[in-house]
């Protein structure tokens, strides 16, 4: 009867092991990565030479973690999951980065297009990189955030 205990006694403790590490495993990966709705901008300005575009990637982030985010990486994603392109992301701009607990906006300036180059290139040359450019960016549905810098 002892043998018997013994192998159930063994058997429950590697069947809650395994389990245990199992769950770890995913637990850790789920808060390595995060997916967040993202979006690209235009944003229209002037600068010396004329109209300035700018292509923004803007974004939502929660801080889950013990300390002050100051920045992200990210993989920007079409609405299938097919990775874009990548690139970080600041979260200090209109802050001091995002606290823990809070969630925050961060941004980068993906492109610009400046008056000096709308002037080199001519009018119809600007619209059409500006079409081309924002065909490419509006297929951006979510990124995933694969890295955080800190303060």
């Not at 092991?17 to 990565?33: E, K, P, S, W």
Request: aromatic share 10%; hydrophobic share 40%.
């Amino acid at each position: 009867m002892l043998k018997y205990i013994s192998i159930n006694t063994f058997f429950i403790f590697f069947t809650v092991t395994f389990l245990a590490n199992v769950a770890l495993f995913f637990d850790a990966n789920a808060h390595q990565t995060d997916e967040v709705p993202c979006m690209v901008d235009i944003v229209y300005g002037d600068d010396n030479s004329g109209v300035v575009s700018y292509f923004i990637l803007r974004l939502q982030h929660k801080n889950q973690t013990g300390r002050n985010i100051m920045g992200v990486s990210v993989l920007m994603k079409d609405k299938d999951g097919k990775t874009i392109r990548n690139s970080d992301a600041r979260c200090d701009v209109a802050s001091d980065g995002i606290n823990v607990g809070d969630t925050g906006q961060c941004e980068k300036i993906l492109q610009t297009i400046s008056g000096k180059m709308m002037q080199n290139i001519g009018y119809d040359v600007w619209i059409k990189l500006l079409d081309d450019q924002k065909k490419d960016f509006q297929n951006t549905d979510f990124c995933e955030i694969i890295g955080v810098k800190f303060s």
